[in-house]
Structures are given as structure tokens and as C-alpha cells.
């Protein structure tokens, strides 16, 4: 699902003007590089999955980076769903078609179905979840230096702010940053409780 979304992507088949960056100037979101990360992982986890044979024999340290990887494109998807779309762009189809489809849905469902109900091999400890905040953390302090390096009198053009979270103001930014802090923790305890079940 990754490869055809990234040469969708590439080939800017149905790319929307918002959250739809053609080709490589698409690198900039999180969707991407989330997504990115997760599928070439997931080969390589599935690699491993055929080496070791069984799921009890495979170091934990797979599931683990599996399980931060997952956090990422889930916070993807729920992102779109409950921010992005209702509230920015006011409309869902345009943030589900062409590469959209399979960055802000396919994958990221996808993923957490399979982590949730069959990688029942990963035993992650409550600590360990605190390891799924890093792929926000990272995104975090870039898009930060990014749309504060660019702000004048206290706004970023969307530009910049391409998520519109300092769109009332660089002020703001601090509850945005909470806000999907929190959201991020949710899903990591979301992602681990299912999967422990």
C-alpha cells in the first residue's frame, strides 16, 4: 500500500491543492514521512518475521519500533479525521484521494488492525509506550523551527503553517502542542491496550 501511495504521490495522480504536495515537495507532512517509515518498515519486519519463523522468538526491539512506527501513521489518520478535515478544510473527500487515500486511511488502518490483532508477540511494558511519542516529538520541534522561523507579528502564513495549528496566533501554539501531545498519548495507550488484549 505504501509503494502505490508513494508513486501516486510521485506521479501527483489526483493530488489536492491542500495536504496533496506533488512529488517530492510532499516530504514536508507527516503523513508522508510517517508513512514512509512505516511501509519500508514493515517490509523489513516482515523479513524478519520469516527468519525467525515465530512471532515468540523475534526480539522485542522489532515490536517496539513497530509499535512507535504505528503510533505515527494512526496519529496520521486520526488527525485528518477529527482535525484536519472537519475543522480546516471543512470536507473529507478531497483529504481521501489520490496518494491522501493511502497516507490519511488505507495505511494507517491498516496498520493498526495488524499491529492490534495480529502481532500478539509484542510484549511492551507501560514504560515502553512512552517510546511512541518520538515520531510527534521529532515532527514537533521541525514544523516548530519551521513556522516560527517564518512568523511575523506573531502569525505564519499557511505556508508554513500547513496544519493551521498557530493559525490564531504563535501564542496559541502552546495549547496546540498539548492538545495533540495528549492525543498522541492516547493512542499510544490505545495501540498498547488492544494489542495486550
Known amino acids: 500500500m505504501t509503494v502505490v501511495g508513494t508513486i501516486v504521490m510521485l506521479k501527483g ?23 514512509l517509515l512505516y511501509g519500508t518498515y ?13 512471532a515468540d522468538t523475534m526480539p522485542a526491539i522489532l515490536y517496539i ?19 484536519l478535515a472537519p475543522v480546516v478544510k471543512k470536507s473529507y473527500p478531497p483529504l481521501f484521494k489520490g496518494a491522501n487515500l493511502y497516507f490519511h486511511l488505507l495505511v494507517p488502518l491498516l496498520g493498526a488492525i495488524s499491529f492490534c490483532f495480529f502481532e500478539k508477540g509484542a510484549v511492551i511494558s507501560f514504560w515502553q509506550i512512552f517510546l511512541g511519542l518520538i515520531p510527534f516529538g521529532v515532527y514537533a520541534a521541525f514544523y ?54
Request: proline share 0%; aromatic share 16%.
Open 144 to 197: 516548530s523551527v519551521n513556522s516560527l522561523s517564518h512568523s511575523e507579528n506573531g502569525q505564519v502564513s499557511t505556508e508554513y503553517d500547513w496544519y493551521h495549528f498557530l493559525s490564531k496566533g504563535t501564542n496559541k501554539g502552546v495549547i496546540s502542542f498539548m492538545i495533540m501531545l495528549i492525543a498522541t498519548f492516547v493512542i499510544c495507550l490505545g495501540l498498547w491496550f488492544i494489542n495486550s488484549l
Open 13 to 35: 495522480i489526483d493530488a489536492d491543492e491542500y495536504l496533496g504536495g506533488k512529488g517530492l515537495s510532499a516530504l514536508k507532512y507527516f503523513t508522508v514521512q510517517s508513512n
Open 65 to 83: 519500533i513497530k509499535y512507535v512506527l504505528t503510533v505515527g501513521v494512526t496519529l496520521t489518520m486520526l488527525t485528518v479525521l477529527f482535525y
Open 42 to 54: 514493515a517490509g523489513v519486519f516482515a523479513v524478519f518475521e520469516l527468519i525467525y519463523g515465530s
